[in-house]
């Protein structure tokens, strides 16, 4: 009789390893979106890594037609981009065709979308119960 296994305990145990998984992954997703979408240090079209000096010269001297943190190369793109929706741009740059224009609308709809995602009732719920639990120790 000494071996009976309580029911009450084993349903407690694996409700509370299952809270803990579910908190894992609300933490990864919380992680995924400040780590891979906000870094500070990466251009946020191309990823390239941007240095202190960069950064520092990007911010300083950025251009007020350029919303994002971008390295040199993706901040002269982006505003041919704008010049080319304006009818302007540079025509030595053949390459910048109707594909190119799509990649850059796709690429800024998408930075929309997941704006309106960091801003939305789920995502803050989402921070909130991350602020309520604290892991147990």
Known sequence: MTKIIQLDDK??????KKAEI???????AVQKVFQ?????????????????????????S????V????????????????DRLQGKGNPEYYW?????????R????YKGVIDRYLKSKEFIQLLD??????PKK
């Open 11 to 16: 349903l407690q145990h694996s409700k509370e």
């Open 96 to 104: 910048h065709n109707e594909d190119w224009l799509k990649v850059w």
């Open 67 to 82: 919303p994002y943190r971008f390295c040199e190369s993706c901040s002269e793109e982006y505003v041919d981009y704008i």
């Open 106 to 109: 796709t690429w800024i709809d």
């Open 129 to 134: 119960e991350l602020k309520e639990t604290r």
């Open 22 to 28: 579910i908190r894992k992954r609300k933490i990864l």
């Open 36 to 60: 891979c979408i906000h870094c500070v240090f990466k251009c946020e079209k191309c990823g390239t890594q941007l240095g202190f000096e960069q950064e520092r010269k990007i911010n300083i």
């Open 62 to 65: 950025a251009d007020p037609k």
